[in-house]
């Protein structure tokens, strides 16, 4: 099965399948533009030079143009940084575009429409350029451990009709860079990585004494979220001075390139720093690179959650095209990627072990999700997996965190206790 035929596959599958949506009262909504694109090899055409008037309202009108080819278009998935602020839980990390449901919006589709407008300038309510294809599976934002829901978030898919290259403006508040992925670098040529975060920190509770307990018992020990390595070769790039957004070409014409918050641990004055660095040394280098090496981007997080449920309607590869099968029937579900990304492992093998013994519950969902995704049913279609598995994944992190504390500060009393014995019996033998 060709490229183009796995794509047409994967947005019909999109829009024949009606997405699980969360229902609750008196919390907030947010929605994001996950956009797509069809990238000529011989580039793209001017704005001015292509006609306007042809609006494509089914993907089959779309997949039939002539510069729709298979060997000559690469599809690519619109990726933003966003840019680095304190207090931010989204500081410096890979999203899509999007933001929060305003009252005055007419729809949560509509959201991210408007904030797609508002953080890069890309209008893709224009159904000129635009085709909206649907939305995917409500995710949950919940607390450290899923105690508490904040916020519901819906993503949106859409893809470009034209071979145009738009003119993006970002908005330096809130947009580092745009970067365009390839799919394959997402899909068959993925390179998986590792997010680390310490979960003291990740825990956060508000009690000072639960902090320095947390801190002192939990010492060393993080989270490791899965992550895919992303090329950091941004579209476009915020200019240094915050005021206006510049191309790669003009990027290249300046004295050095900004850095980019590519870390998650990278603070406003780190960075900071890491300009002043960059410029020093471009000013005082004669011979160098026009264009600096940027570190790769990692997609984590929710949003590879979601990127991998838009992947998972993507037919496997060299799958048999077989008219007999449904939509529903030949979808792939990328089931062990999806699940990798919900949830972080640990790297301390006590809270591993303890991870294992409470997790039965988790495992026996993980298996039903599993065997779904081989036959899915009329009943698995309506199973919210994703958020069974969640609240399950997060009751065994609760039940492993207490008894490894409770087991490390025992340990920790009982060698106390041993050592103590020890030197007052050697006291005493001295004295």
């Not at 997405?19 to 694109?37: D, E, G, H, T």
């Not at 809270?351 to 294992?356: D, H, K, R, S």
């Not at 009329?378 to 598995?389: C, L």
Request: hydrophobic share 40%; with cysteine; aromatic share 8%.
């Amino acid at each position: 099965m060709t490229c183009l035929k796995r794509m047409l596959k994967a947005f019909k599958s999109i829009q024949a399948t009606q997405p699980q949506l969360v229902s609750a009262n008196n919390v907030k909504r947010a929605a994001v533009a996950l956009i797509l694109r069809f990238r000529p090899l011989d580039g793209f055409k001017s704005g001015a030079s292509t006609p306007l008037d042809e609006q494509f309202t089914s993907l089959d009108q779309l997949f039939s143009q002539p510069w729709m080819q298979d060997a000559n278009v690469i599809p690519e998935v619109l990726f933003i940084q966003r840019a680095a602020r304190n207090g931010d839980r989204w500081s410096g990390h890979v999203a899509c575009p999007g933001g929060r449901y305003e009252p005055s919006d007419d729809s949560l589709k509509y959201t991210a429409m408007r904030e797609c407008w508002e953080e890069i300038g890309l209008d893709i309510s224009d159904q000129r350029h635009f085709l909206s294809l649907g939305q995917l599976d409500d995710r949950e934002v919940t607390s450290s451990l899923g105690k508490k829901l904040l916020m519901i978030l819906s993503p949106f898919v859409f893809i470009q009709t034209t071979p145009i290259e738009h003119k993006l403006e970002l908005e330096p508040q809130e947009v580092e860079s745009v970067h365009w992925i390839p799919v394959d670098a997402l899909t068959d040529n993925a390179q998986y990585t590792q997010v680390e975060v310490d979960l003291p920190s990740r825990l956060s509770p508000k009690s000072n004494i639960g902090r320095y307990v947390l801190s002192s018992v939990l010492n060393n020990s993080s989270l490791s979220f899965p992550a895919i390595h992303l090329a950091n070769k941004p579209s476009a790039l915020t200019s240094q001075s915050g005021l206006a957004s510049v191309s790669v070409e003009e990027e290249n014409m300046q004295d050095y390139a900004p850095p980019t918050p590519a870390e998650l641990d990278d603070s406003i004055t780190e960075l900071r720093k890491r300009t002043l660095q960059n410029k020093k040394g471009r000013k005082n280098t004669s011979s160098i690179q026009k264009k600096t090496d940027r570190p790769p981007l990692r997609l984590w997080g929710l949003t590879l959650g979601f990127t991998l449920d838009f992947l998972s309607h993507i037919p496997k590869k060299g799958a048999i095209e077989q008219s007999s099968h449904s939509l529903e029937t030949t979808r792939h579900l990328a089931t062990g990627h999806v699940i990798k990304a919900l949830f972080p492992s640990f790297n301390s093998p006590d809270i591993n072990i303890w991870m294992w013994i409470c997790g039965r519950r988790y495992r026996s969902i993980r298996r039903q999700w599993e065997q779904a995704a081989q036959s899915p049913g009329s009943a698995d279609k309506r199973k919210n997996w994703s958020g069974t598995i969640r609240a399950a994944h997060f009751a065994t992190i609760r039940r492993a965190l207490v008894f490894a504390v409770v087991f490390r500060i025992f340990a920790a009393f009982t060698t106390l206790s041993i050592i103590g014995r020890y030197l007052h019996k050697a006291v005493a033998w001295f004295f």
